[in-house]
């Protein structure tokens, strides 16, 4: 199993960033999956997920401004940041699962700074 | 929300030392409560699952009980591999949460 995010980087404030998670090694239209988000020296935070089915759950911190996807057939999964606040500054980790959290990409870090 | 309260925040023992981490959620979770380990500069990694179900690779030293609202992280003769950040989770409610973390450090 391997998860690899990628689309990080600085964005100013108001401003939107697409990250992506390439998944291999499992049959990925089979699980769910999450977006986990770590801001620098601090603790986990969940963010959103998606079943298999595609259905979607968010954080009330981020509902309205991120939207997760997933493409079964690319076997990745998205996430969508609209209108960044410098809170969202953190390491954006995905990770399997549709209890526990089995496996975790290495994550990508998003600074959102003027 | 359900929230996990770790203690303590910080943990400094001697290498060989057993040690229990806690977690005690605001409300009953039965056993979907699960446990991670996070090195620095590295992501997390699932160490126990349901409160007490062990994960293929993790070393046996790491062991885990509890229900309800209470819970229990032990780490048997601790080495210095062990130095790292331990979270617990919850999956018995939407949004899924985490506790604030256990940072074990080593004399």
């Known amino acids: 199993v391997q998860l690899v995010e990628s689309g990080g980087g600085l964005v100013q404030p108001g401003k939107s960033l697409k990250l992506s998670c390439s998944a291999s090694g499992f049959t990925f239209s089979n699980y769910g999956m999450h977006w986990i988000r770590q801001a620098p020296g601090k603790g986990l935070d969940w963010v959103a997920y998606?079943?298999?089915?595609?259905?979607?759950v968010y954080a009330d911190a981020v509902k309205g401004r991120f939207t997760i996807s997933r493409d079964n057939a690319k076997n990745t999964l998205y996430l969508q940041l609209n209108s960044l606040k410098s809170e969202d500054t953190a390491i954006y980790y995905c990770a399997r699962g549709d209890w526990y959290f089995d496996f975790w990409g290495p994550g990508t870090m998003v600074t959102v700074s003027s | 929300d359900i929230v996990l309260t770790q203690s303590p925040t910080t943990l400094s023992v001697t290498p060989g030392e057993t040690v229990s981490l806690s977690c005690r959620a605001s409300?009953?979770?039965?056993?979907?409560l699960h446990w991670y380990q996070q090195k620095t500069i590295e992501s997390p990694r699932l160490l126990i699952k349901s409160a007490s179900q062990s994960i293929s690779g993790i070393p046996s030293r790491f062991s885990a009980s509890g229900s309800g609202t209470d819970f229990t992280l032990n780490i048997n003769n601790v080495e210095f591999d062990d130095v790292s950040s331990y979270f617990c989770?919850?999956?018995?409610?939407?949004?899924?949460?985490f506790g604030g973390g256990t940072k074990l450090e080593l004399k």
């Open positions: 998606i079943g298999s089915g595609s259905g979607t």
């Open positions: 409300h009953s979770i039965g056993t979907n």
């Open positions: 989770q919850q999956t018995q409610s939407w949004p899924r949460t």
